[in-house]
């Protein structure tokens, strides 16, 4: 967790440009993240409503934001 903390403190900092590319480097790192664990949920069986729940957003606003990323199933798998 240490790139992480470092980017909270570096948020704060006084200097705008050290404070605001660390928002940058923030806001990617979060982005995968939940990708990361969209991907995970939806691995283990999770609705997109169940992930919706869970991030405090709507079904189609994560449905709209994660599901091209997502790899197609097969539908002869099931």
Do not use: C, F, Y
Not at 23 to 29: D, K
């Amino acid at each position: 967790m240490t790139e992480a903390t470092d980017l909270a403190a570096a948020a704060g900092s006084a200097d705008p440009r050290v404070g605001l590319r660390a928002v940058v480097a923030l806001r990617r790192l979060l982005e995968g993240l939940e990708h990361l664990q969209v991907a995970n949920a939806r691995r283990k069986g999770w609705s997109w409503q169940e992930i919706a729940d869970a991030l405090d957003v709507t079904r189609q606003g994560v449905h709209k934001k994660h599901a091209h990323l997502m790899p197609m199933n097969d539908p002869r798998e099931g």
